[in-house]
């Protein structure tokens, strides 16, 4: 029996990583490594032929445009830390700020982490309030999705093996939400969320116009709770015993839409508590406009 040899690619462009991936439709993508080097390191993934991301130009960078951000697929948590965003998708930087440590922001990527298909991926749901769209590159061409529609379940985006997300897209007007990111962890910067939520809010005149909250890690995908962000609409901000209530309710609907496991970090009934506390404390970081 012959074993053929693993190979590693380093497209210089997306053309050329699609067509390599069009031939090897099992091979890898590497942006950060920081999941996937574990994964077939530890033997959780099969090995295969690795296409090495970190040379294609179309996947890098964070653009500011007229008609909001852009942030290409390999940009890493530390490149969005150091984003002059001003003001904007304040959850996103809280929640790049939050995933591992210095070291492991500083090669883990924005694009990974989505695709990993983790349910406690740290940038998605801060992603998923802001009303993100993600563009992804195949051999059809390009197209766009809202975020909510790439997780498909633990470890499963709904990309075909021949495609690549290329970046993610946020409006200028969703991007100017007032938003907050809150986690419960066991141990900072080596573990990953035990419940995660993002709150974000239009407020306008003091009043919350709009809102969107999303949980993670309370199923087997990150997810928007509609009937969470209707409690918080035509709230006042400054009306503190209304804001308690409608954050109590929204933290209630959060709490029915969750199905939480147990696992090693966490059991299932501690992980619906603390869906409850979590998007209580981004709602209330989130009223408080930055
Ligand atoms: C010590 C440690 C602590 C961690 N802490 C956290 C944490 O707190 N929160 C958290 O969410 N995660 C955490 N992680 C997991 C990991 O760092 C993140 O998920 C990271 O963002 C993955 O990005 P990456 O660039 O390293 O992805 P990679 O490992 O390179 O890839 C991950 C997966 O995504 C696929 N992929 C990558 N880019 C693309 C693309 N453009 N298109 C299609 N598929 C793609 C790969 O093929 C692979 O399947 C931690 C990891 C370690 C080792």
Redesign the pocket.
């Known amino acids: 029996m012959t074993t053929r040899s693993r190979e590693y690619f380093a497209p210089g462009s997306i053309e050329d990583a699609l067509r390599i991936l069009a031939e090897r439709p099992q091979a890898?993508?590497?942006?950060?490594?920081?999941?996937?080097?574990?994964d077939l390191r530890h033997g959780i993934i099969e090995a295969s032929d690795v296409v090495d991301?970190a040379g294609v130009p179309e996947?890098r960078g964070l653009e500011e445009e007229p008609a909001g951000v852009r942030i290409g697929?390999?940009v890493t948590?530390r490149e969005l830390l150091a984003a002059p965003l001003g003001d904007r998708l304040r959850a996103l930087r809280e929640a790049a700020g939050?995933?591992?440590?210095r070291q492991?922001q500083a090669?883990?990527?924005v694009?990974?982490?989505l695709?990993?298909g983790?349910p406690?991926?740290?940038v998605a749901t801060a992603l998923l309030v802001h009303g993100a769209v993600v563009e992804v590159a195949g051999p059809q061409g390009w197209r766009s999705m809202p975020l909510e529609r790439l997780f498909a379940g633990p470890r499963r985006t709904t990309?075909a093996p021949e495609?690549?997300?290329?970046g993610v897209r946020v409006s200028a007007a969703d991007a100017g939400w007032s938003s907050a990111y809150r986690r419960i962890d066991l141990r900072r910067?080596?573990?990953?969320?035990i419940v995660s939520a993002s709150v974000a809010l239009d407020i306008k005149v003091g009043v919350i116009r709009s809102a969107r909250v999303a949980v993670g890690a309370a199923r087997p995908v990150p997810f928007l709770v509609p009937e969470a962000a209707a409690a918080l609409e035509g709230i006042a901000v400054a009306d503190e015993t209304e804001l308690v209530a409608a954050a109590e309710s929204a933290a209630e609907a959060a709490r029915s839409a969750s199905s939480p496991i147990t696992d090693v970090r966490a059991g299932a009934e501690y992980r619906h508590a603390m869906v409850g506390i979590v998007v209580k404390r981004a709602v209330g970081a989130a009223a408080v406009e930055s």
């Open positions: 890898h993508l590497l942006a950060g490594g920081t999941d996937l080097l574990n991301l996947l697929a390999t948590m939050l995933l591992g440590g492991i090669a883990a990527t694009g990974g982490n695709c990993q983790s406690a991926a740290e990309l495609e690549v997300l290329v910067s080596v573990d990953i969320a």
